[in-house]
């Protein structure tokens, strides 16, 4: 069968599975939060979201499957919450695709209701590339999600086309560095100098940094040196199932 027909199976047959990686402050050493990760259980093995979900935004399928994502992120996290981690936060990730089509904020709105999660403890990570294409009408939408209460975060940061007059004009909270940066931060003095001039930047600004795909050691305090707030990588722990990420917790 062709992608496409099998996505648009899985979605209505719940082959949809969210994995949860730790968000570990860089002071405390404490697990603020966590990403929701997006996997595709299939008949062929689980698949990882790179390989699907440029098909999904094709077909507009990311309209559905995304509101799906939220939907059970909220719901976990509530059940997280009322097992008594009532201060974890959790990062959804969504694509421009997604927050720009009409209805978003009102399934955000509905999502919200249903969950009874204060959307204070929720960050939406938007990636950088098409975030800077229709600037006025992106940030119509963020500013409606930041009045809701959620926290803001580019994601992939340095990597997009992401201009720095206009990143001054997006409610953001967060710039997340991407990985491509820290795998080299142990080698190369340039990739240390980009890596230490974002976080500088996003001070300046008053935003909070986040560094993801952490493997070794020298990366972590290279960045705590640096004043980075908060981690996400193997070092610390992979992708994990709820029950895993729990027992984590615990
Ligand atoms: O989990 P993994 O590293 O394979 O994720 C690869 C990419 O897929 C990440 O860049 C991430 O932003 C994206 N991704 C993961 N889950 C979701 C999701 O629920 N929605 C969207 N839009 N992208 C996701
Ligand atoms: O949304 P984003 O593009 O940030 O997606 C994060 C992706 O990075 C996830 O798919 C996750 O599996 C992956 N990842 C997280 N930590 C590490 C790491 O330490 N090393 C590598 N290679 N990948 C990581
Ligand atoms: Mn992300
Ligand atoms: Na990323």
């Known amino acids: 069968l062709r992608l496409e027909t099998r996505l648009r199976r ?4 719940g082959e949809f599975i969210l994995y949860y990686q730790p968000k570990v402050d860089l002071e405390t050493g404490a697990i603020g939060g966590v990403e929701a990760l997006l996997r595709w259980d299939s008949d062929e093995g689980v698949i990882p979201p790179g390989d699907f979900i440029p098909m999904a935004e094709e077909m507009g399928l990311i309209i ?21 981690k009532n201060h974890l936060g959790m990062a959804i990730n969504v694509s421009v695709r997604q927050f720009t089509a009409p209805g978003f904020i009102a399934a955000v709105k509905r999502i ?4 009874g999660i204060d959307p204070r403890y929720l960050t939406l990570e938007l990636t950088e590339s098409h975030l800077f294409d229709d600037i006025d009408e992106k940030i119509i939408l963020l500013q409606s999600l930041k009045e809701m209460g959620f926290k803001l975060s ?7 086309y992401s201009s720095l ?8 909270d967060e710039l997340k560095i991407d990985r491509s ?15 230490s001039t974002i ?19 020298v990366e ?6 640096e004043g980075c707030q908060q981690y996400q990588g193997f070092l610390f722990s992979r992708p994990l199932s709820a029950a895993e990420l729990f027992a984590k917790l615990e």
């Open 199 to 217: 976080i500088f930047l996003a001070r300046s600004l008053n935003l909070r940094t986040v560094a993801e795909g952490i493997e070794k050691q």
């Open 154 to 160: 580019i994601d992939d940061f340095g990597t997009g």
């Open 220 to 225: 972590l305090e290279f960045l705590q040196s």
């Open 165 to 172: 007059s206009y990143l001054r004009r997006l409610p953001v």
């Open 64 to 84: 559905p499957l995304g509101e799906w994502v939220m939907a059970e992120a909220c719901r976990q996290l509530k059940a997280w919450h009322d097992a008594g």
């Open 10 to 13: 899985a979605l209505s047959n």
């Open 112 to 115: 919200i209701q249903t969950s």
């Open 181 to 195: 940066f820290i795998k080299e931060v142990s080698d190369r003095a340039d990739s240390r100098a980009i890596v």
